[in-house]
């Protein structure tokens, strides 16, 4: 059911699980899948961002929980089969160097989750996993409410990917 065409014309759940795949979020499934047709990729892209910064935080910690932990390659409560797929694929530069620093993305998602009640979630693509441990460092230093709109940003950057790569094949 790639491409855009395809998935205007696909049956509900199945264009609501295309969407769970990219985020977690089951509101913002169902809203975009009401709203097909789309014309593109990019009017889809648009709507799709501007849905999820309109939705309720609970909303934003359903799709974070669906998560992994960084550093760990367990999905989260809710996580669709192709989510944990791409998970895997986007922490795979993490995972190789792994081994040097897992106590401290350990002992540092369990900070992250105790200060701000929700996982830690950023885009992981491309990066190791120093790099995401230094980011979840700096990150700790935020106040809630300024750590749950990077979460939120981060989100949608992985989200967006997620589309791109998935209408785009």
């Avoid at 065409?5 to 696909?10: M, Q, Y």
């Avoid at 709507?47 to 932990?69: G, I, M, N, Q, T």
């Avoid at 693509?125 to 981060?154: C, F, K, M, V």
């Amino acid at each position: 059911m790639n491409g855009v065409a395809a998935w205007n014309s696909a049956q509900t759940q199945p264009a609501e699980d295309v969407l769970l795949a990219c985020c977690g979020s089951k509101a913002w499934a169902r809203t975009l899948s009401v709203r097909r047709p789309y014309a593109s990729l990019a009017a889809l892209l648009v709507d799709a961002e501007a849905v999820w910064f309109e939705l309720p935080e609970e909303e934003w910690l359903a799709a974070f929980a669906c998560h992994p932990r960084i550093g760990e390659l367990k999905a989260g409560e809710g996580a669709t089969a192709q989510f944990v797929d791409w998970s895997g694929r986007e922490q795979s530069s993490a995972q190789a160097t792994l081994e040097a620093v897992a106590a401290a993305l350990v002992a540092g998602n369990r900070a992250y989750e105790a200060r701000f009640g929700f996982r830690y979630v950023v885009f992981a693509s491309g990066r190791t996993a120093p790099e995401l441990l230094a980011i979840l460092e700096e990150r700790l230093g935020h106040d809630r409410e300024t750590e749950l709109q990077e979460a939120a940003r981060q989100q949608w950057k992985i989200t967006r990917l997620r589309m791109t790569r998935y209408f785009e094949v």
